[in-house]
C-alpha cells in the first residue's frame, strides 16, 4: 500500500457498506449467518469464525503495519496465548527481562506448566549469540519495555533469529505503528494490546498481531477460530474507530511527553528518566535508528521511599491513578505494586524496577495544566 500512514489509518482495509453504502463499517451484532443451503454460504457462517465488523478492524492494522494479515484477540495477553499456542511440544522460548508483568505470569504460571520452557534476558545489553541460544523456538521482545522503556535493536534480533531458524515476536503496544513497524526490520511477528493507543480512549480490551508470514497467519487464524478468544463486534468497532485518529493522537501525547520530560529534567526530586528519545538514554541510538519518534510513555524513579512515590501518585488530580495506559487522559502507576506486582521483588531488583519508579502515560490535555498537576502532587509527597 502506497499511501501514507496517517492515510491509512483512516483507509486501511475499510469499505462503504455494499447494501445501504454506510461509509463506516457498522457493527454486525450477529452469532450467525443464514445458509440458503446446508452448507453453502456467503462466507460467513459463524460469528467466532468471521465477522466483517472483525475484518475491517483486522484489515485496518495490517495496513499500518505493512502486514499481509491481522489477528484479532479479545485482549492482549489473548493475542500473546495465540502466538505461543502455535509452537511445538517442549518449545524453547526467549523472552526480554524487562517485560509486562500480566505476560510472564502467562509464561510462568500457565505454559510452563505445558512444557514451554522460558528464559529471560536483557536483549538490550547481552551478546545475542549467547542470549538465543540454538534451539529456541520464539523469542519475545517488548521494545521499548514495560516499564522501563529499554530498546532492543529488533533488526540485529531479527538477524539472530534467522540465522538458528526461530520466529521473533515484537510487542508494539508502546510505540505504535506510527512510530515503529517491526515486520519492515525482520520481525515474524507484531502484537499489541489494542487497549491501549489502537483504541485510545480506555474504553475496550483487546488484542491484535500482525504478519507477512502466511503459514503463521493460517495457524493463528486456526488458533482465534479453535480456541475462541474473539472480540466482540462493538470491542472491533470502537478500536476500528480508534485507529482512525491514531497519527494525530499519537502527535500529541508526544508533543506533551517532551514538555513532562522537559519538567521532569530539571526538578530535583526526580533521580532518574527512562525515554528512549534522550539522548542520554543507553537506548537513544537504536531507538534514532529504528523508530520515528515516541508517545507519552515516561517513567522515572522518585527520589525517597516507596512510601513517598505511593503518595504522589495519590496526590495527583488530572493523571488519574490507574493500571493501562495510551487513552486520551493522563494516567499513572507504581509499577512494584500495580502493574508488575506478580513479579517476585528479587526480579524487579534484578532487572532494575526501583520501588521508586513511576510510570506515566501522558495524555493530549493541555500541557501546562499536566504539568502543574505534578508539580502539586510533588510538594504533596514531600509532606
Excluded at 522460558?118 to 521482545?141: C, M, N, R, S
Excluded at 488530572?318 to 493501562?324: I, Q, V
Amino acid at each position: 500500500m502506497s499511501d501514507r500512514i496517517e492515510t491509512r489509518c483512516i483507509h486501511a482495509g475499510q469499505s462503504h457498506e455494499p447494501r445501504t453504502g454506510a461509509v463506516m463499517t457498522p457493527v454486525f451484532q450477529t452469532s450467525t449467518y443464514a445458509q440458503p443451503w446446508p452448507a453453502q454460504h456467503t462466507g460467513y457462517e459463524y460469528a467466532r469464525t468471521q465477522n466483517p465488523t472483525r475484518e475491517a478492524l483486522e484489515g485496518c492494522l495490517a495496513g499500518l503495519e505493512m502486514a499481509t494479515d491481522a489477528i484479532a484477540f479479545a485482549s492482549g495477553l489473548a493475542a500473546t496465548t495465540a502466538v505461543i499456542q502455535t509452537l511445538p511440544g517442549q518449545a524453547r522460548v526467549v523472552c526480554i527481562d524487562d517485560c509486562y508483568g500480566g505476560t510472564r505470569r502467562l509464561f510462568n504460571r500457565v505454559f510452563a506448566k505445558m512444557g514451554v520452557n522460558f528464559t529471560y534476558a536483557d536483549l538490550a545489553k547481552e551478546a545475542l549469540d549467547q542470549a538465543i541460544p540454538e534451539g529456541t523456538h520464539l523469542v519475545w521482545v517488548e521494545t521499548p519495555t514495560n516499564p522501563l522503556l529499554k530498546v532492543v535493536d529488533i533488526a540485529a534480533v531479527a538477524a539472530r533469529c534467522k540465522a538458528i531458524g526461530a520466529r521473533l515476536a515484537v510487542d508494539n503496544t508502546f510505540a505504535t505503528p506510527i512510530f515503529q513497524r517491526p515486520l519492515e526490520l525482520g520481525a515474524d511477528l507484531v502484537m499489541h494490546s489494542s487497549t491501549k493507543y489502537l483504541n485510545g480512549h480506555s474504553d475496550v480490551v483487546g488484542g491484535i498481531v500482525a504478519t507477512r508470514d502466511a503459514a503463521l497467519a493460517a495457524d493463528l487464524r486456526f488458533v482465534q477460530n479453535a480456541a475462541g478468544a474473539v472480540p466482540g463486534p462493538w470491542d472491533t468497532w470502537l478500536i476500528n474507530r480508534g485507529l482512525k485518529t491514531l497519527a494525530v493522537r499519537m502527535a500529541r501525547h508526544e508533543e506533551n511527553g517532551r514538555r513532562v520530560l522537559a519538567w521532569l529534567g530539571a526538578h530535583a526530586d526526580v533521580a532518574r528518566i527512562h525515554y528512549p528519545l534522550l539522548p542520554n538514554d543507553p537506548g537513544y541510538a537504536v531507538a534514532k535508528r529504528q523508530m520515528s519518534g515516541f508517545g507519552g510513555m515516561i517513567s522515572f524513579v522518585l527520589d525517597g521511599p516507596l512510601a513517598r512515590a505511593e503518595k504522589f501518585c495519590a496526590s495527583t488530580r488530572l493523571f488519574t491513578c490507574a493500571e493501562s495506559l495510551g487513552g486520551v487522559e493522563s494516567l499513572l502507576e507504581l509499577p512494584a505494586t500495580m502493574t508488575h506486582a506478580s513479579v517476585p521483588a528479587d526480579v524487579r531488583r534484578e532487572i532494575g524496577l526501583d520501588d521508586g519508579l513511576i510510570r506515566l502515560s501522558v495524555g493530549i490535555e493541555n500541557a501546562d495544566d499536566l504539568i502543574a498537576d505534578l508539580d502539586q502532587a510533588m510538594v504533596a509527597s514531600q509532606g
